[in-house]
């Protein structure tokens, strides 16, 4: 959409570079997902999140509110910003 918009602008460009762009290519393969959590477990896991410390808690309240998985939004091991690794 973005890339649509400046086309139509006068940046120069000619064609919609992100247009060709699949998410497979970048997340990989679509994995089927055999269980779901019950809104229960959901509950139980929003309430230990919520009492767990920044920044995990509030990092497990996004994975619950997105439906990814942690190895879906990070593969990586997370680092600080500035280029200090993690401990």
């Not at 269980?35 to 229960?40: E, G, V």
């Not at 919520?50 to 939004?73: D, K, V």
Request: aromatic share 10%; glycine share 8%; charged share 30%.
């Amino acid at each position: 959409m973005l890339f649509g918009w400046t086309r139509d602008q006068d940046y120069g460009l000619d064609h919609n570079i992100a247009a060709d762009i699949k998410p497979a290519r970048i997340l990989g393969p679509k994995v089927a997902r055999e269980r779901a959590l019950s809104t229960d477990e959901i509950r139980t896991l929003w309430a230990k999140a919520s009492a767990m410390r920044y920044p995990y808690g509030p990092a497990y309240q996004l994975l619950i509110l997105t439906g990814l998985r942690l190895n879906e939004c990070d593969p990586q091991r997370p680092r600080r910003a500035g280029g200090f690794r993690s401990r």
